[in-house]
Structure formats: structure tokens, C-alpha cells
T-cell receptor, first 118, second 113 residues
Framework: AQTVTQSQPEMSVQEAETVTLSCTYDTSESDYYLFWYKQPPSRQMILVIRQEAYKQQNATENRFSVNFQKAAKSFSLKISDSQLGDAAMYFC???????????????FGAGTQVVVTP | DGGITQSPKYLFRKEGQNVTLSCEQN?????MYWYRQDPGQGLRLIYYSQIVNDFQKGDIAEGYSVSREKKESFPLTVTSAQKNPTAFYLC????????????FGPGTRLTVT
């Protein structure tokens, strides 16, 4: 079974600065998807960014970018020019592409709380 | 507006009672999911359904039951057999099982005392 590990329970960043969240995962599969979800105080889960494992190019979405290191099984999220609205819990998630019973299931890490200070 | 609704937002029950959490979507999605979230943990999959009248157990299905009689609805029943039912419950859906993106509802906070 795949596992997703987020080793940083909390990260603090000043407005306009950059913060990087770490995520590692364990899998024997070669093709899969990785995601970062944001959960603000409203607790609504919002997809921030996704990465397909077969793509070497790192995904970017505006101020959010990832550093995908497939061999190291690492998938970090960088938030640039941090804003107060970025304050939230961030979850890393893994999804297999294999045709097994768990196909479509998201495997989540424990989350990293991002605190943004003015 | 299309989306996923979960009701109620907060739910309180006495120990030993079954309780049903509602999840409705008007996105015309085939696949639907139920997740449980506990403090300090990520989301864990309880049940999922690919199509109407079909559903499979996730990682923590014990003490829960579901039905999928309509495409739009995927209610979750928390039974008295669930040892620690107090948690935040999130429903999600995707266009189909192969879709990479899951859309989440606002969640229901269940407290059992």
C-alpha cells in the first residue's frame, strides 16, 4: 500500500515571502498522480495543483509550484509571494493509475498547517 | 450552481444511535466518495461508488454503511458499531473513477456523546 508522509506539522511564513512544504511517498508503481490540496478554516478542500508522474516538467499554478523528484519519491510545494489567504492546512495526496480495486482512491498525508504573518 | 452539498454542517448524536449523513451532487458525476478526517491526520477513505447501485469498501469501512440508489445521492450511515464516530466527514465526487480530480463538499462535523 502506498503511504504519504508530510513531516512538517506547521510552517510559518511572512507575507510576500516564500514557503516550501515537503511531501514524500512510498510506492512501487511507475505511473500515478500527485496532488496538493488546501483546506482553509472553512474546511472546504480545494485542489491547488496536480502532477502526473510520467511528466518530467514540474507543474505550476500561478504562485504555486512543485518540485517533483520521482527517483527520490519527493513532491514539495512552493508558495511564492505568500498572502494572508494562503493560510490553511495543506495536504499532499497520491492516486494510483493501476486498474485495481483502489483505483481512484486518494491517499493523503497528515497535512501541514501554513501560518501567514503580516 | 453545480456542486456538492452535505447536510447538516454540524450533527450531534447520543452513543448507540445510528445517524445518516447526507451527500448530494448536481455535477452529473458517476463516482462518489466518503472520507473521514480526524485531527492530525489526513483524510481516510470510508466507502466509494463508481456507479449507481454499486459501492466498495475503503480503508476504514467498519461501522459504516452506504447506499447509491440515485446518481446524485450517496448517503453515509454511521452505525452504533463504529467505535469512535466523532469526526469530520467529507463527501467527494469525480466525473468517473478514472478522473484525476475529486470535488469535495463542505463536510459534516459529527459529535457523538
Amino acid at each position: 500500500a502506498q503511504t504519504v508522509t508530510q513531516s512538517q506539522p506547521e510552517m510559518s511564513v511572512q507575507e510576500a515571502e516564500t514557503v516550501t512544504l515537503s511531501c514524500t511517498y512510498d510506492t512501487s508503481e511507475s505511473d500515478y498522480y500527485l496532488f496538493w490540496y488546501k483546506q482553509p478554516p472553512s474546511r472546504q478542500m480545494i485542489l491547488v495543483i496536480r502532477q502526473e508522474a510520467y511528466k518530467q516538467q514540474n507543474a505550476t499554478e500561478n504562485r504555486f509550484s512543485v518540485n517533483f523528484q520521482k527517483a527520490a519519491k519527493s513532491f514539495s510545494l512552493k508558495i511564492s509571494d505568500s498572502q494572508l489567504g494562503d493560510a490553511a492546512m495543506y495536504f499532499c495526496a497520491y492516486r494510483s493509475t493501476l486498474l485495481t480495486d483502489s483505483w481512484g482512491k486518494l491517499q493523503f498525508g497528515a497535512g501541514t498547517q501554513v501560518v501567514v504573518t503580516p | 450552481d453545480g456542486g456538492i452539498t452535505q447536510s447538516p454542517k454540524y450533527l450531534f448524536r447520543k452513543e448507540g444511535q445510528n445517524v445518516t449523513l447526507s451527500c448530494e451532487q448536481n455535477l452529473n458525476h458517476d463516482a462518489m466518495y466518503w472520507y473521514r478526517q480526524d485531527p492530525g491526520q489526513g483524510l481516510r477513505l470510508i466507502y466509494y461508488s463508481q456507479i449507481v447501485n454499486d459501492f466498495q469498501k475503503g480503508d476504514i469501512a467498519e461501522g459504516y454503511s452506504v447506499s447509491r440508489e440515485k446518481k446524485e445521492s450517496f448517503p453515509l450511515t454511521v452505525t452504533s458499531a463504529q467505535k469512535n464516530p466523532t469526526a469530520f466527514y467529507l463527501c467527494a465526487s469525480s466525473i468517473e473513477r478514472s478522473s484525476y480530480e475529486q470535488y469535495f463538499g463542505p463536510g459534516t462535523r459529527l459529535t457523538v456523546t
